[in-house]
Structure formats: C-alpha cells, structure tokens
C-alpha cells in the first residue's frame, strides 16, 4: 500500500478539494443570493404569491435573481445565455412546438385553447425588389395537441430593411398583428394587419402610422406594453415622438401618446399634461390603464390614464420615508391592476406596490440581503403570480 | 484492474519529480505575485493619496479597492497558469515518447507485460487526468493561500472581500471550475476526448511512421467531424435546444473517446512497432 | 515449442522476411545466424509481437501470441527496458509486481553470480553491467522460452565467460532458447540447433551435433557453405 502513496495522495487531494469547493459554492449560492423583504408598511399579503424577476448586478457579474417571499434562487446561466422565465415555461409545456423557435415575446400569442407564434418575415435585404414577404403563423391547439401551420403573402410592397412584429392578439378568431417596417434609412411604418385563423386569409393591412427621419428631425414609433404578456391585451399603447437631430443628446421635440383598442381597432388620441413627456422615467401598461411614473428628490410621482374612459385619474404622489440618493426610478412593472415600484434608498432598494386604480400604497418594504459582501444593485425586470402549489 | 492500477503507479512515479517541480514553480510564481501586486497596489494607493490629498474613501470610489482580481488579472497568475498548461500538454505527446527514446526502451517491458496492452494506454489517460486535476485541485488551495496573502498585506478599507462565487466567475477560473454540472461534465469529457484522440494518434505514428502522421491527421478529422455532428445538425436545422446540444456533443464524445480507444487497441495488439 | 511458419513482413521498401520458416524446440537452443540486416532481430520481434507481420504465423506450443504468453516467453534485447532512473533493486520488484512467474531468489543468486550492488541505479552502471542486469531480468523469469539477441555485443571477454556459463547451468536446463549473435566461437559448443538466416530468408536449419557427426562439419564450416561457397 505504501508505494501508492503518490497515486493515493494526489487522488486524495483532488477528491477532497472539489468536494469542499463545491460545497462552499453551493452554500454560497444559498446564502449570498438570500433575499428577503423587510415590511415598512401595508400588507404583507401583496407579496405572497409573487416572484419577483430581478436583475442583479453583483460586483462586475450580472445575475437573474428570482426572488420570492420565502426564496431566492439564482437562474442558472450557461455562457450568459438565459432563457427568459416565461418561455422556459412554454418550453417545459409543449416542447416539440418550440423547437427552433425564435424567443421574442412579441411574436407568442397565448390564451387559454392556443399558442400562436409568427416567425419573424425574411430581412429586406434577402428579399429581392418587387418580392414581398409572407406571414408564417404557427398555431398550436393546446386542448388537442395540435399544430397547424400556414402562409400569407403580404400584399405591400414597400421597400424594407426590417420587418418585426410589435404585438400578435387573436379576437374572434381574427387574428390581429401589429407589424412594423423599417426601411434602409431608419424610417417606419406601422400596420395592423388582420388574417382570418378558420379561413387563413389575410383581411386587411391598414396602415396606421409613418415616422420619417430628415437631416432635422427623427420620428420613431414605440410601443408600451408589457414585453412578458403573451395574452391578449385591450389595448395597444404607443407613442410617436420626434428628436432633434441637431442637437447632441437628440432631445425630445414631441411625443404624441395613442392607443389602439384591439377589438374595435379604433385609435385613440392620449393628451399627456402639459411637461410630462420630458418627464417620463417609466411607461407600463396594465389592462385599461397606462401609467406613467417619475421620481424626484421628494418621491415618486405617479400618473394614470384610463384609456377606456378617456381620462386621467388624480396624480399619486409617494414621498419617500428616507432621502434619495438617486432621483431616477430604479425599475418598474406591473401585473394585473398593481403597479410594482423599486427605488434606490440610500444603500437599500425599496419596493413600493401600488394600486393602479384605487391609488393607494398597498406595501412598502426594504428588499434586502444581508450577506452580501460588496455594493450591489438589484432592479425588477418582471412580476410573476407563483403557481399556487 | 490490477495490473491497471500499477501501470498508474508506474506513471505517476516516473513523472512525479518534474510534476512537484512545476507545482513549485506555480506556488512561487503565484506567491511572488501576490505579495508584489498588493505591495504595489499599498504604495500606490499610498502615494496617491497623498498627492492628490484624498481620503481612503475618495481613493476607493476613483481607483478601486484591492480585491483578489487585481492578482487573477495579473500576469503572475496568468502565465503560471499558461506555463502549467503548456507542460502537461508537452506530456502528452512525451508520456509515449520517452518510452522510446532513450538508451533505455521501456516501451519493450511495457508491450511484453502480461496484461492487455490497452491497459498501458488507460493508464496513460488516467495519470495525465490525475495530474491535471491534481493542478487545478491546487490552483483552489493555492487561490485561498493569495487571499490569506494579500488580506495581510493590503490594509483593512482598502482591501475587498469577494464571494466566492463572484471570483470563480472570472474569466479563466469559470472555465476550470464550471458552476453548472452540465457544463463541467461537458468540458472534462472534451478534454479527455481530445487526449485519448491525440494518444490514438501518436500510436497511428509509432505503427506507421510517416503514412502514419497523415493517418493520424485523418483520423483527427473524423473525430472532430464526429463531435461536431450536433452542431451541424443544429446549424441546418435548428431543432434543438441549448442544453440538448450541450448533452448531444457530450455524448458525441464519449463516442469519439470509444473509438480511439477502439483503435488503440488494435494498433497496439498488432500494428505497433517498437 | 515455437513455431514460426511462413512469415514475412515488409519495412519501408525492403522486404525483410521472406517467407521464413523454423522452429525452436523446448529444451534446446537454438542458435539465428546471420549478418546484420539478415532479419534475425526482426523475426525475434515479430515472436514476441513486438513488430507487425505482413503473413505468415508464429505459434507458441500450438497458440497464437496473447498477453498470458508473457508468463511463457521472454526476450532479452540488446537494449534496456527498463527505467534507467531505477536502482536494480526497484527494476526487480517492478518485475515482481507484474509477473507471477518471478523468481526472486534466482534474481538474488545472479545478482551475486555477477557481482552487482541492488542499489546502484541502473543508468550508472558500465555497458557490461547493463547487458548483465538486462539478461537477469530476463532469466529470473520463469518462462518456458527465452529470447535473447547479441547477449555478448559490446561485452567484455571475462563478462562474457560469465554469462556463457550461463548456458551450462541448471538456469537454461528445461528451457527453449533462442539466441542470435555474431560471436558463434563463444557458444558453437553450447548450441542444440542453427538457423542460418540470408536476406530474409531460412538458408540451412539443422541440427549441431547431427551435423558434426553425419557430415564431419562445424557450425562454421556450414556457413562458410552457405554464405560463401
């Protein structure tokens, strides 16, 4: 046995380095990543069924850190690609009908009997001049497990770069996309397009809206809602602004608010009040509300507007308990009627939920982690309903 | 299994002076260069705030605290590390060599032991994995020894404690320590492949001498073409997912491994030429 | 019993056996002569699978080569095999730790028989020296067949009266034998059979001592024969 000592005594050491190594990193990975809300006021009941999709910025490594009243976990990454939460889902669910699959949120449809996916048109410069592109809709009937699949050319012939889609719906088996064409020189155009699922014809293609770029100004079209909501929405929120093309930070000349109902495809006019468009820090929108938000050395300055009825609600204000280091909005979001604010407070993140409607703060807490060794910054990407278990 | 296992011994052994000298060198390397980076950092930090009439906080928000990657960004670990490499890559190739040049040929003691002859090769394998974990086993103690190191070195405010999970998310250190299991199993299996496909390739050498590089150049690109099968299939089609592809190259390899092994053994039972 | 039949084998462009045949017998030596480049360190090669054969077969008392047969049959080349960085002493418990067949008290009694200290590394040792330790690992095996080329090649005279009387004793006794070398005048008397090799080829297989008395020729005298005449 003792002329092994060399083989045993490197085997030896290896063996009990990495089992000791892992077991701190795992135990690391318990502990640092510990988060837990510390209740200032309301309701803790408000937090109970949620996780939290958070953003971590630890040092120079960034992490998705879901967060949860009971847990933290970490989201595994390999080589810094992650699949965002909500896809994995979807993966999980019905893999075969994801395979190969792009993951942009914006080309799902979901809803209770179905999973529609677009896939993205060819980029204008594969498409020759005088061709046009098609819409390739995937469908998957969730209750009988089955896929169909079909193509529509499109009837424009606009020359393009881009064409992506800002938002897919399904109401009364039509079925409603917004697409977006951009051309060679930044300019857009914005279409609703409407195609009949039971016929698979294509209906209309209406144009809605032109944002032209000139040596002064640039136009953009941008669309607000909620990147992670695969279902059907009311309505469609977007703005058209222009910048300054002269001047260095391409400040904003105007921003013209409007939102499309999806069912009626009537589009409504949104007057911001007066100065708020050079305000806006943050933009969600919840169902029938829009609500946009701003923080100052004060608080955070709260503003909705219900769409169906055409109006704003009072402002909210929210003063802060302790002074603001920062004044931006750390990060907002909302989910089914409640808004989720996060602002950073001296060296601690406050999360603030409010109700859209009603106004009212329904929780304030500090969401903390003690072990951490080194500054860190944390800031909400997403809000989930935990499944009830 | 026996006779596998003294064959291991018999390896480790004959290594085992140069392989105590190189982990020297490391540990000398990397100790210098903690105590020269943290010196360095102190007496500029030092000196800085004196010129520029700062305080330790003011010094920390503009030029940083002193934390563990100041030494992994430095050219003392870095090239350590390179060096270690680059020797047990040449070991590689020199395991099976040196046991033909020489005055002494063992490679005749070795081919005439009673045991199947594929045993010698494993047995090459193993002891070229056990010396590379066996550094990498080293380089974690050796990484606590620096911190120790430097924690005395650097004073107090000045110097950052870092989990330990952060500092193994450093360039070099994720490669060698992967967090996520799918992704250690799947480098380890890639690196044994690719020693057992170079063994293999050595032997194609030793039994045929110049047709037997070009067999072995050929015999590379079929492996590689073998690893690489999902990631064209997934290239034409892309049918699959991101940690499918990881356990399908994985697997792929261990295939690739198979086969070297497959034709070591052959080459050595009939082909080899001493 | 070893059997070669039939054998041939190509290197590079030469041919270098050509359709060789013999056989050695157990409890015999037999003795390969030849030039340099005739083949005979290539056929004990191929024996002991050290060296690939084109066709041909070499059996082993009826049995193709196989790593059991290492227990059976040794070779003792005219190079080291083993580390030079080992003592005698390490080489011969490495030899003890793969072969069943090891005797070590035959080892000890050589070791003595030719007078050298276990603890000498075996790279420090004189050429004679070495040649000896290479020949000890060998004969302390107990094998049925032993291989040896050009034992006496760069030997001393009196080194070389050691290691033939070798031969005489018990340690060869029941033993096949098969030995190549130049130096035929050391060992003619000592040799059961002679193979006399040619560019590749068996030229004369034949008994010694059947020779001697049959036809009144020596060893010597058959190859002035065969290679000369």
């Known amino acids: ?389 | 299994m026996n006779h596998y296992i003294k064959l291991v011994n018999f390896e480790v052994k004959r290594f085992s002076k140069l392989y105590l000298s190189l982990i020297i060198a490391v540990v000398a390397a990397q100790i210098i260069g903690a105590i020269v980076t943290s010196s360095f950092y102190v007496s500029n930090a030092e000196t800085t705030m004196v010129r520029d009439q700062m305080t330790v906080s003011d010094y920390i928000l503009t030029y940083g605290a002193y934390s563990l990657q100041n030494f992994l960004f430095s050219e003392y670990f870095f090239l350590s590390v390179i060096f270690a490499a680059a020797l047990l890559m040449i070991y590689v190739f020199f395991i099976w060599y040196r046991d033909w040049l020489g005055k002494s040929s063992v490679i005749y003691r070795l081919l005439m032991l009673p045991t199947a002859r594929r045993n010698v090769y494993f047995a090459k394998l193993t002891t070229i994995l056990l010396f590379v974990f066996g550094l990498t086993a080293m380089q974690i103690i050796l990484l606590e020894v620096v911190n120790q190191i430097t924690q005395r070195i650097v004073p107090d405010q000045l110097w950052m404690d870092e989990s330990i999970i952060y500092i193994y998310s450093t360039e070099l250190l994720d490669l060698l320590y992967p967090q996520s299991p799918l992704l250690f199993v799947f480098y380890y299996v890639i690196g044994i492949t690719a020693v057992a496909v170079i063994f293999t390739s050595i032997l194609f050498e030793r039994s045929y001498h110049l047709k037997g590089i070009f067999l072995a150049f050929i015999y590379c690109v079929i492996s590689v073409g073998i690893v690489m099968v999902p990631v064209i299939v997934q290239i034409i089609t892309n049918y699959f997912y991101t940690n499918e592809i990881y356990l399908l190259v994985t697997g792929f390899s261990v295939l690739t491994t198979a086969l070297a092994i497959y034709l070591a053994d052959y080459l050595l039972k009939r082909k080899i030429n001493v | 019993m070893i059997e070669v039949k039939n054998v041939s084998k190509k290197y590079k462009r030469k041919q270098v056996l050509k359709d060789m045949s013999f056989t050695a017998e157990k409890g015999q030596i037999t003795c390969l002569i030849g030039i340099n480049g005739a083949g005979k360190t290539t056929i004990m090669k191929s024996i002991m699978a050290l060296t690939p054969i084109d066709r041909g077969e070499i059996l082993i008392d009826g049995k193709k080569i196989s790593k059991d047969a290492y227990e059976k049959i040794t070779y003792i080349p005219d190079r080291l095999t083993m580390s030079p960085n080992y003592t005698i002493a390490q080489s011969f418990e490495f030899m003890a730790d793969f072969y069943k067949v090891w005797n070590e008290q035959r080892a000890t009694e050589l070791l003595a028989f030719f007078q050298l200290d276990p603890n000498d590394k075996i790279s420090s040792l004189s050429k004679g020296n070495t040649a000896k330790v290479n020949l000890l690992l060998g004969l302390a095996l107990d094998v049925d067949y032993i291989l040896m080329d050009e034992p006496f090649s760069g030997i001393d005279i009196f080194s070389r009266e050691q290691i033939a009387n070798v031969f005489t004793s018990h340690l060869i006794e029941n033993r096949g034998v098969i030995i190549t070398t130049h130096e035929i005048n050391d060992i003619e008397h000592l040799i059961d059979k002679a193979v006399l090799i040619g560019d590749g080829r068996v030229l004369r297989e034949m008994n010694v001592e059947e020779m001697r008395e049959t036809e009144g020729k020596s060893v010597v005298d058959v190859m002035r024969e065969v290679y000369v005449g």
């Open chain 1, 1 to 389: 046995m003792k002329k092994y000592w060399q083989l045993l005594l490197i085997a030896g050491i290896i063996v009990v380095t990495f089992t000791v190594h892992y077991i701190q990193v795992a135990n690391a990975k318990g502990k640092d990543y510990d988060f837990t809300f510390e209740k200032i006021s309301g309701d803790d009941k408000y937090i109970d069924s949620l996780m939290f999709k958070t953003s971590l910025q630890y040092g120079m490594v960034y992490n998705s850190l879901l967060i949860s009243k009971d847990e933290s976990s970490l989201i595994e990454t390999v080589h810094n690609r992650e699949i965002p939460l909500m896809f994995q889902k979807l993966i999980d669910e019905h893999k075969n009908f994801m395979r190969g699959k792009a993951l942009i949120a914006n080309n799902y449809f979901e809803d209770d009997t179905k999973l529609i996916y677009m896939k993205e048109p060819e980029e204008g410069w594969k498409v020759k001049a005088g061709d046009t592109y098609s819409y390739e809709v995937d469908i998957l009937d969730k209750v009988k497990d089955e896929k169909t699949s079909f193509s529509i050319k499109s009837q424009l012939n606009n020359r393009y770069n881009w064409v992506f889609y800002s938002d897919i719906t399904v109401v009364n088996n039509e079925l409603k996309l917004i697409v977006k064409q951009v051309d060679n020189d930044g300019s857009e155009k914005m279409y609703q397009v409407i195609i009949d699922l039971k016929k698979q014809q294509l209906l209309s293609e209406t144009l809605l809206e032109e944002a032209a770029i000139d040596e002064a100004t640039r136009t953009s079209i941008e669309a607000y809602n909620s990147y992670s909501n695969l279902g059907h929405e009311k309505y469609h929120v977007y703005s058209i602004s222009s910048f300054d093309m002269k001047s260095p930070e391409l400040n904003l000349i105007s921003s013209q608010f409007r939102a499309i109902n999806m069912e009626t495809n009537e589009i409504i006019d949104i007057q911001l009040p007066d100065g708020l468009e050079q305000k806006l820090q943050s933009i969600e929108v919840d169902d029938n509300y829009l609500v946009i938000a701003y923080s100052t050395k004060e608080g955070i300055v709260i503003y909705r507007y219900n769409i169906g009825q055409q109006r704003w609600l009072e402002p909210i204000t929210a003063s802060n308990t302790e002074k603001v280091l920062n004044p931006d909005l750390n990060s907002t979001t909302s989910l089914n009627g409640k808004l989720y604010v996060m602002t950073e407070v001296n060296n601690d993140f406050v999360l603030k939920i409010f109700d859209i409607q009603q106004g009212a703060l329904l929780y304030e807490g500090k969401v903390i982690n003690k072990n951490m060794k080194q500054k860190y910054y944390i800031h909400i990407t997403d809000v989930y309903e935990l499944e009830s278990k």
